[in-house]
């Protein structure tokens, strides 16, 4: 969410239902928040508080059966609004419980009109009943997102930057975070993971059933949801509850097992982890791309300890602390990346100037490796450089800047902003801030340039 809201009782549909003269300027929202990258992703005219999705699942059929509670506060007087959903069957939806008109439009606009106009700041509760066959997305780097099958026969509902409007309707940009809870009815035998804590499941008729609730608000695109006959992994680090989740054929308990040294580690790091749970869902096959889901990364087959560390990491710096727009990437994934070479630095006794060294020689005449940028890198590239030139700038920056200013950066800049979102500018605001220098030149050569850097901003003194 935009600004958190939380209802705190039941709604009086009159309250946020006008009518006459009072609401004649209710307009329709906007069917996109104009990120620069995917401009048709959110909705305009409301801020979401919370989520609550009961879903139905037969893994015999792939369907889903489901209804999806949208709790939120108007921004302006409305007339109708959007919400993101791909694919899959409405059947009905209401507004205060009031029965709405929808129709469906473009690639994942579902647009809402209530019975009648809504005031502006009213809190509202928007009910959609669907059903159907979700659909994978495939993105150019990252692969196969959304919803998609697994080996097993389940489904795994992962990674950015669309995967939520794939199984629920959704304000789909990280710029509106809210809490979370799915609740999941299954044949017996087969069970949900997802974000924050898990209830005690209960199974009656052969279906059984669970909720999975995280109560810190969480951007769409860091939601997931795994059905599948897994085995769980139960235990406490410090006050943190730690539960993770083993697809039937996943090669994970191993990393699994590291978790907890990982998690005291980036504690040490990043400042005291900023959620009560956390966890990892190990897959039976590979992954183009490790997902950092918030509190429950996803994990392929191909994982490594170095995954495992990133995926960690991106609970400060890209959970808790979130991507303000896809041009942003780097403003947080660069930092998560970077832990695995301090990990390496801390457990390994590993020359980290002489690694960098290593690897700008190895790149230094390879024009396409320094053509890629790191802020806004253009659409379907948000992820293309992260990994390894990110890697690379991170590093020059801590010797750039020093270990003290580094340092503070690296824990404080996702602890101020816990719960919110930061994007690029905003981070090299921060740097100048705290490292009480001018970094322009520096930031433009490793962050916008399409060139390798100059040496004096390859190895500063």
Not at 49 to 56: E, H, I, P, T
Not at 333 to 339: G, K, P, R, S, V
Request: glycine share 10%; net charge neutral; charged share 20%.
């Amino acid at each position: 969410m935009r600004k958190v809201s939380l209802v705190l009782g039941a709604l009086v549909s009159t309250l946020a239902l006008g009518a006459g003269t009072a609401l004649a300027a209710a307009e329709p929202g906007k069917d996109g928040v104009g990120d620069p990258y995917y401009p048709t992703d959110g909705n305009g005219g409301y801020d979401v508080s919370a989520y609550d999705v009961k879903l139905s699942y037969d893994p015999a059929t792939r369907g889903l059966d489901a209804i999806a509670k949208i709790t939120a506060k108007t921004t302006q007087e409305l007339s109708r609004f959007n919400l993101d959903l791909r694919g899959l069957k409405v059947s009905s939806v209401k507004v205060n419980g009031q029965p709405a008109k929808f129709t469906r439009a473009g690639e994942h606009e579902l647009v809402i009109t209530p019975a009648g106009p809504l005031a502006k700041d009213a809190e509202i509760v928007v009910e959609v009943a669907y059903c159907g066959q979700p659909q994978p997305i495939r993105h150019p780097v990252t692969g196969l997102g959304g919803w998609r099958g697994t080996p097993s026969g389940g489904v795994i509902a992962a990674g950015a930057p669309h995967s939520a409007s794939t199984w629920f309707p959704v304000n789909d940009t990280p710029m509106d975070k809210a809490t979370f809870t799915v609740t999941t009815t299954t044949p017996q035998g087969w069970h949900s993971v997802s974000n924050g804590t898990r209830n005690k499941p209960s199974t009656s008729n052969g279906k059984t059933t669970t909720t999975w609730t995280a109560t810190d608000p969480v951007a769409p695109h860091l939601i997931m949801l795994g059905i599948d006959k897994w085995t769980f992994q139960e235990s406490t680090v410090d006050s943190t509850s730690v539960l993770s989740a083993f697809a039937p054929g996943s090669n994970g308990k191993a990393l699994a097992d590291k978790l907890p040294e990982v998690l005291k580690f980036l504690n040490g790091k990043l400042g005291d982890y900023h959620f009560g749970t956390v966890g990892s869902v190990h897959l039976a096959d590979n992954l183009p791309y490790q997902v950092g889901s918030q509190t429950r990364p996803v994990l392929g087959r191909n994982a490594d300890l170095n995954a495992l560390i990133r995926t960690l990491a991106a609970q400060w710096w890209g959970g808790s602390m979130s991507v303000e727009n896809w041009a942003d990437t780097c403003t947080h994934e660069c930092f998560a990346n970077y832990l695995s070479w301090m990990w390496a630095e801390a457990k390994e006794n590993k020359d980290l100037d002489a690694h960098y060294r290593k690897l700008v020689e190895s790149v230094r005449n390879n024009a396409d490796f320094w053509s890629r940028k790191l802020a806004d890198p253009g659409r379907g590239k948000e992820f293309s450089a992260i990994y390894d030139k990110g890697a690379l700038f991170v590093h020059a920056l801590r010797r750039k800047i020093g270990e003290r200013a580094f340092n503070t950066v690296l824990s404080n800049f996702p602890t101020i902003n816990q719960g919110w979102n930061q994007g690029w500018h905003d981070l090299e605001l921060y740097l100048e801030a705290e490292a009480q220098m001018d970094l322009k030149e520096f930031l433009d050569a490793w962050s916008h340039g399409t060139a390798i850097p100059a040496d004096k901003h390859l190895f500063p003194a």
